[in-house]
């Protein structure tokens, strides 16, 4: 009966050491849920919309004789790097110390002035131009990763770093503009002129690229299977463009009284459907040269190309989606 009691209390002993070491083990497996916001560390120039640069200018215009007269000028800068971010990552635990991540994330940019150009009468405050355009990027990306930890329980600090792999993005476009001018050979009552408005959207779709992200923070245990976690991120991942569509087209042409404002009657417009295939679709190019498809004029609101049939062709624009930022969120272990 003694060796049967003694054999009891070593299993049980045997079973209570163990379950202390498997306490000690991190479980393998487990899964993070973030959301962040970053901010822009390395604003550059904006990408030219079109024949507009990126500025934000302001003219005079004599409507007696048409002079122009510049009175300020600005050059555009910021990142598309500045904006909210979600992810959810699976995690692997090799030991205590090291494990990997792969993440998955979703961004959205903050929204950018990309140019603005306004032009008033002089005497009349009337705009006699203005065009304005918007840009932001919607991206997702993979994100594996290799992450180092000393391996404390309850407070756990750690570092992280890897590549940053974009699988969808895109960078949208939206322009309001406004001109008044007079058609030649267009007969006009005294004083009218004709207003054309557009409104435009369009879709730049970027090159296969990689960037690399790198983060410090820590995990905080709530429980057996919870953390929560912060930590600061850095992320350098460089986009260039690839394509353009324009996917909204919308003109409309009024004859105005040029005083009043007041609206005499309406021209026909242009939908997406008028646009050529050379105004709605641009391939980007690292370099233009005579066999390239470059305008060759412009009529009203029109562009011509040398073909209009195929799709235009402009130089490659270069931007940031990356930034330094801090996300927070929870780790649920298997």
């Known amino acids: 009966m003694n060796r049967i009691n003694h054999a009891i209390l070593g299993l049980t002993a045997l079973l209570l050491a163990q379950g202390a070491q498997a306490q000690n083990i991190p479980q393998k497996m487990y899964l993070k849920v973030a959301g962040g916001y970053f901010f ?13 640069p990126p500025r934000d200018i302001r003219n005079n215009v004599n409507p007696a004789t048409g002079a122009v007269t510049e009175v300020f000028e600005k050059v555009l800068t910021g990142s598309y790097g ?3 971010r979600g992810g959810i990552s699976i995690g ?5 110390n090291v494990a990997i991540e792969g993440t998955f994330n979703y961004y959205h940019s903050k929204n950018n002035l990309m140019t603005r150009n306004v032009s008033v009468f002089e005497g009349l405050n009337n705009d006699a131009a203005r065009i ?71 879709e730049i779709k970027p ?24 930590e600061a991120e850095y992320r350098n991942v460089p986009v ?29 417009g242009r939908s997406i459907s008028d ?9 980007y190019v690292t370099v233009l040269d005579e066999g390239s498809n470059t305008p060759t004029g412009t009529s009203g609101s029109k562009t ?31």
């Not at 692997?92 to 205590?96: A, G, I, L, P, Q």
């Not at 646009?275 to 391939?283: H, Q």
């Not at 624009?317 to 330094?324: M, P, V």
């Open 40 to 52: 822009s560390v390395s604003p550059g120039q904006f990408p030219d919309v079109g024949p507009y």
């Open 82 to 84: 500045e904006g909210v």
């Open 92 to 96: 692997y635990n090799f030991n205590k």
């Open 132 to 202: 304005e355009s918007d840009g932001h990027v919607n991206a997702v990306d993979f994100a594996p990763s290799l992450v180092l930890s000393p391996g404390y329980e309850k407070f756990n600090p750690y570092v992280r770093f890897g590549f940053v792999v974009p699988l969808w993005g895109r960078l949208f476009i939206e322009t309001e503009a406004m001109r008044i001018s007079r058609p030649a050979g267009l007969p006009l009552p005294a004083g009218a002129m004709v207003r054309t408005d557009i409104s435009r959207k369009e």
């Open 207 to 230: 090159n296969p690229t990689i960037g690399f992200q790198g983060a410090m923070g820590f995990n905080y245990n709530v429980s057996r299977r919870i953390d929560v976690f912060a």
């Open 240 to 268: 260039r463009s690839k394509s353009k569509e324009v996917t909204e087209y919308n003109e409309t042409n009024k004859v105005v009284n040029l005083q009043s404002g007041q609206e005499l009657s309406q021209l026909p």
């Open 275 to 283: 646009l050529s295939t050379a105004e709605r679709e641009t391939k």
């Open 304 to 334: 011509t190309y040398k073909n209009d049939n195929a799709p235009a062709n402009d130089l490659k624009s270069y931007i940031n989606i990356g930034g330094l930022g801090l996300n927070a969120g929870v780790r649920i272990k298997f």
